[in-house]
């Protein structure tokens, strides 16, 4: 089986909410929304902002339960836009987790969530080129 993946979905409790966060925060377009789902195109995959409810429903499942323990990650490509890629987020309605320092295994990096604490780290790391299409690969 092909290693891929082709969507991850969010549950958001406030679509308008998310957007805002999404669009302000990253500067990121939506390709598709409906009252119910916000797609953004990706590099290689799409991420969506699911109305909570609609999810569930969607899912057959009911009261769907905050997510394990698990980040999403956002490269970016010099250490000095961690924190302005943070404090963009911040003022779009994200809430701190942890302040931009140096992990002991190298680069830069902080985490932020998003309105429906769905963590971010916003990273830098001098192993992990980024291309102009915005993919970064493992490179250590």
Request: charged share 25%; no cysteine; hydrophobic share 40%.
């Amino acid at each position: 089986m092909q290693q891929q993946i082709s969507v991850i979905t969010l549950g958001v409790s406030d679509l308008e909410r998310s957007r805002r966060f999404y669009v302000e925060g990253f500067g990121w377009r939506p390709v598709f929304e409906s009252p119910e789902i916000i797609f953004y195109q990706m590099n290689g995959f799409v991420l969506g902002a699911f109305r909570k409810d609609a999810l569930e429903a969607d899912m057959n499942r009911s009261a769907l339960r905050t997510p394990g323990a698990f980040s999403l990650a956002h490269n970016v490509s010099n250490k000095e836009d961690v924190e302005l890629v943070m404090r963009r987020l911040l003022d779009a309605g994200g809430a701190l987790l942890r302040p931009a320092d140096a992990p002991p295994h190298g680069g830069f990096r902080g985490y932020v969530a998003d309105p429906d604490d769905h963590a971010w780290e916003i990273a830098w790391n001098p192993s992990w080129p980024i291309d102009a299409h915005g993919h970064v690969t493992f490179d250590i």
